[in-house]
């Protein structure tokens, strides 16, 4: 079954850092992948996705992410954080079979300090 | 604008009860699932259903059941609620397996 694994609960930056939140899947032989963000007291929503083709993806707001095949990873980074990306990311993958499936990980919770 | 609606934001239940969480989505979804959000533990699928009357097992289905009679509604139900099911549920839609879900707000359901 798949499972995916995100490496930190929480990560802690200053304002205007870098910041990379790492996420690791079980292998498969297609999976799709994604990214969401749930902001305090509001529900999730989609920041990216990888489907195919370019394994880099990027988000309106300044994040990318970067599926590796031969590392079975998905992280997620961003080259300058702001107060407003205080958040919990969540990383979750889709496999091609003929129910999906879409299982998430357990979540890192990003705090952006001034 | 897409929308999945939850039928309650917050419900107090007793240990016991018969508990009827209901989703509704206006996308005309072929998949919907219900997932339970806990701290540290992220969203770990309940069940998931892929047509009307058509459901699978998720990772954690004990002590719950579901069902959907018509496309656009997903019901998860606690046949005798516990406490250890206090938790944020969320119910998601979505096409296939290429496409994003989208979720409804929440239900947090406290079992006393």
């Known amino acids: 079954a798949q499972s995916v694994t995100q490496l930190d609960s929480q990560v802690p930056v200053f304002e205007e850092a870098p910041v990379e939140l790492r996420c690791n899947y079980s292998?498969?032989?297609?999976?799709?992948l994604f990214w969401y963000v749930q902001y305090p007291n509001q529900g999730l929503q989609l920041l990216l996705k990888?489907?195919?083709?370019?394994?880099l993806v990027e988000s309106i707001n300044g994040f990318e992410a970067e599926f590796n095949k031969s590392q079975t990873s998905f992280h997620l980074r961003k080259p300058s954080v702001h107060i407003s990306d205080t958040a919990e990311y969540f990383c979750a993958v889709s496999d091609g079979g003929g129910y999906n499936k879409l299982i998430f990980g357990a979540g890192t919770r990003l705090a952006v300090h001034p | 604008d897409v929308k999945v609606t939850q039928s309650s934001r917050y419900l107090v239940k007793r240990t016991g009860e018969k508990v009827f969480l209901e989703c509704v989505q206006d996308m005309d979804h072929e998949n919907m699932f219900w997932y339970r959000q806990d701290p540290g533990l992220g969203l770990r699928l309940i069940y998931f259903?892929?047509?009307?009357?058509?459901?699978e097992k998720g990772d954690i289905p004990e002590g719950y059941s579901v069902s959907r009679e018509k496309k656009e509604r997903f019901s998860l139900i606690l046949e005798s609620a516990s406490t250890n099911q206090t938790s944020m549920y969320l119910c998601?839609?979505?096409?296939?397996?290429?496409?994003?879900?989208?979720f409804g707000q929440g239900t947090r359901l406290t079992v006393v």
């Open positions: 990888y489907l195919s083709g370019s394994t």
């Open positions: 292998s498969s032989v297609s999976v799709y």
């Open positions: 998601a839609s979505r096409t296939g397996g290429r496409t994003e879900a989208f």
């Open positions: 259903s892929y047509d009307v009357k058509m459901k």
